[in-house]
């Protein structure tokens, strides 16, 4: 398929999500079509893509401003050669997501970290394939994908397991699963009466917004319990007018969202990214939540940002914009053992001056 953003079906999800780019074929041909002319060695692209796939949606590379990696949406998504430079302290499981001492992966479909909640992997698949996922080993890969029987398997477990209050749907990204196989999960989830809290996380509305249709919300708004959108926008570029918009027709129907970024060099390593993200998010009524400490994903060192600069950055934005906007910068700890807080000492400080 040629790229044209003019094309009848762009704004039909579906359409974007089967005519994603997936090869150096597509990708010269929407390089050309944008009027830019590919330099990628077919041996590396090859080998690049051979470790972890490519996926572009139409939409998401239509945000691509410069064809460099110094643009922010070219630089999440394009493979680049840095990927071949693993690390000694990379790993391909940078969370510990797979580690059966710590008993967190009960079942294939489920990882339960914390007593009161788990996440449900109901698809590996996603819409597009960021560079820095720290999922890349199993996202793409069919294998992964939840069969019914697991499903149902995670059902009984949920249900046996009274202290879990919530289910976090996450994957690869549950959003690219159609409307019956999501809303069949939805009704299951629904079903337990211990449950208190269902969470959807998606980077959909940053990278195919088009999937935020009104038949899906009305399925979402309609439940007795509550379901919260956790999306996923890195760069004030991603928040166009049509994501706002999509986004504001479930918020209108009463659907909450918060948003998760990851800290990305040459992506996001500024103040004044960091700020224009997060005052737009707060603009189209997202509440900003997690800035992630990117993890040691294996072929991410390019990507990585030291934490003392994260800190900087978010020190720098303290009193630039309201409380409310600013998200926890965080760090998942590589043993599985769940999120630590990244804080400046502020209160160090005070403590000396009182002192
Ligand atoms: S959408 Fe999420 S799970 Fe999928 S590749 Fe991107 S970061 Fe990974």
């Not at 489920?110 to 996922?133: D, G, K, M, S």
């Not at 004030?236 to 918060?258: D, K, M, Y």
């Not at 997060?278 to 294996?298: C, N, R, S, T």
């Not at 991410?300 to 998200?327: D, N």
Request: charged residues 20%; glycine residues 6%; hydrophobic residues 35%.
């Amino acid at each position: 398929m040629n790229f044209d953003p003019n094309d009848p079906r762009w704004t039909d999800w579906k359409w974007q999500h089967a005519n994603s780019c997936k090869d150096l074929d597509t990708l010269n041909r929407w390089m050309d079509s944008a009027g830019q002319s590919a330099s990628f060695d077919p041996g590396q692209f090859n080998e690049l893509t051979t470790n972890y796939r490519m996926g572009i949606t139409p939409y998401y590379f239509s945000l691509i401003q410069q064809f460099n990696a110094s643009d922010p949406i070219y630089r999440q998504i394009i493979p680049s050669s840095h990927e071949l430079m693993i690390q000694p302290e990379e790993l391909k499981d940078p969370i510990s997501d797979e580690n059966p001492a710590r008993g967190s992966r009960p079942l294939k479909t489920l990882i339960h970290r914390y007593p009161n909640r788990v996440l449900l992997l109901p698809t590996a698949q996603c819409a597009v394939y960021c560079r820095f996922c720290f999922r890349k080993r199993l996202v793409g890969d069919t294998a992964h994908n939840a069969s019914k029987e697991d499903l149902q398997a995670a059902y009984s477990y949920i249900k046996q397991h009274e202290e879990i209050e919530e289910v976090i749907l996450t994957g690869g990204d549950p959003l690219t699963l159609g409307d019956r196989s999501l809303s069949t999960i939805l009704k299951r989830l629904e079903e337990i009466s211990h449950l208190r809290l269902i969470r959807i996380h998606t980077r959909l509305p940053a990278v195919n917004p088009y999937r935020l249709t009104p038949e899906l919300g009305q399925t979402i708004a309609s439940l007795e319990k509550p379901v919260w959108i956790s999306t996923h926008f890195n760069h004030p570029h991603e928040i166009s007018t049509i994501a706002g918009q999509q986004i504001n027709t479930w918020v209108q129907r009463g659907i909450p969202f918060l948003n998760q970024s990851v800290l990305l060099q040459g992506v996001n390593d500024s103040a004044q990214v960091l700020k224009e993200l997060f005052m737009g998010l707060i603009e189209i009524k997202v509440k900003p939540y997690y800035l992630h400490q990117a993890d040691l994903v294996q072929g991410t060192g390019h990507l990585r940002v030291p934490v003392k600069k994260g800190l900087e950055l978010l020190r720098k934005l303290q009193g630039e914009i309201p409380g409310y906007a600013l998200p926890h910068y965080v760090l998942d700890r590589p043993d599985g053992m769940g999120k630590i807080p990244l804080q400046n000492q502020y209160y160090d400080t005070i403590k000396h001056t009182e002192d």
